[in-house]
């Protein structure tokens, strides 16, 4: 079926059966990898939010028709970035009950790092939502690497707020003991680029932030160091630039060190990860058959 079609074909059921819910769509790595879905859901969306660089991006799937929701608004009432989730999901919840299909807008996939879980949990027995799932950086990512993947790989998020060092740092050590690939998310935090949300006077593990918000990830590549080979493949979606990809090996990881930025995806492979010329791959084979 194309890909009007699908849209065309779901479009009335999708108008009545949506009505006072949130839809938390995932727009995927970048405007390219949309799903059929999710257009179908902007298209029949009375209101949205989400970040206005995401409106105006996707803006082309909206009827002229719908209520924006002013992010720039809501950031208003608050520099603290997790009171900011729950106003976010609070306004959500407000045009909903007002009988409005709402659409909030996510980068990437909603359930990975991103709003599913706190519109799911705050709007729990107040009005119902529904998840569209879009493509995450790590899939995208390793398309474009090659096949880093292969044999699975344990996705980490080194710069999670809620979360002690200490669990992190246990998960990359429980990976490598598991020989798994890894994804990194969130390599670095975002108080580099956003030091508004994240004030000195109460975020004083953040800085300095030029030592605080990157010594995560300089600390994880030292540990796989010690187990891995220093030629194993790293691989990195930069996103400074159009599909900007980096190849090296984790032994040269300080020489693209500042390459990496807090929405980079960092893959590191495992003791099967090769080059198959410039190909990250992670091969069935020891050795290729004959």
């Given at each position: 079926m194309k890909e009007a079609d699908y849209v065309n074909s779901r479009e009335n059921a999708g108008k009545k059966s949506n009505e006072n819910m949130i839809i938390v769509v995932g727009l995927g790595y970048d405007e390219h990898h949309i799903t059929a879905e999710a257009i179908c859901e902007l298209s029949t969306a009375e209101a949205v939010m989400g970040h206005e660089s995401l409106i105006s991006s996707f803006s082309q799937y909206l009827s002229e028709?719908?209520?924006?929701?002013?992010?720039?608004?809501?950031?208003?009432?608050?520099?603290?970035?997790?009171?900011?989730?729950?106003?976010?999901?609070?306004?959500?919840?407000?045009?909903?009950?007002?009988?409005?299909?709402?659409?909030?807008?996510?980068?990437?996939?909603?359930?990975?790092?991103?709003?599913?879980?706190?519109?799911?949990?705050?709007?729990?027995?107040?009005?119902k939502v529904k998840v569209i799932p879009g493509m995450t950086s790590a899939l995208v990512a390793a398309a474009m690497l090659g096949a880093p993947l292969w044999d699975g790989f344990a996705l980490i998020g080194l710069y999670l707020d809620f979360a002690d060092y200490r669990l992190i740092e246990k998960r990359v050590k429980a990976a490598?003991?598991?020989?798994?690939?890894?994804?990194?998310?969130?390599?670095?935090?975002?108080?580099?680029?956003?030091?508004?949300?994240?004030?000195?006077?109460?975020?004083?593990?953040?800085?300095?932030?030029?030592?605080k918000c990157v010594e995560r990830l300089e600390k994880a590549f030292s540990t796989l160091l010690e187990v891995r080979s220093p030629e194993t493949p790293?691989?990195?979606?930069?996103?400074?630039?159009?599909?900007?990809?980096?190849?090296?090996?984790?032994?040269?990881?300080?020489?693209?060190?500042?390459?990496?930025?807090?929405?980079?995806?960092?893959?590191?492979?495992?003791?099967?990860?090769?080059?198959?010329?410039?190909?990250?791959?992670?091969?069935?084979?020891?050795e290729l058959p004959e």
């Open positions: 028709d719908v209520i924006v929701i002013h992010d720039e608004d809501i950031r208003k009432k608050t520099d603290d970035i997790e009171l900011l989730k729950i106003y976010r999901t609070k306004e959500a919840i407000k045009y909903a009950l007002e009988g409005k299909k709402v659409v909030y807008l996510c980068p990437g996939d909603p359930g990975i790092y991103s709003y599913a879980q706190p519109i799911l949990e705050l709007s729990a027995g107040i009005v490598i003991t598991c020989d798994q690939v890894i994804v990194f998310y969130l390599p670095k935090h975002e108080a580099l680029v956003y030091p508004q949300f994240y004030p000195e006077e109460k975020y004083p593990h953040l800085y300095p932030r030029e030592v790293l691989g990195i979606a930069c996103l400074k630039e159009e599909n900007e990809i980096i190849s090296t090996i984790l032994g040269d990881y300080k020489d693209v060190f500042e390459d990496i930025h807090p929405y980079s995806t960092v893959i590191v492979g495992n003791s099967m990860s090769k080059y198959a010329g410039e190909y990250f791959v992670t091969s069935l084979w020891k």
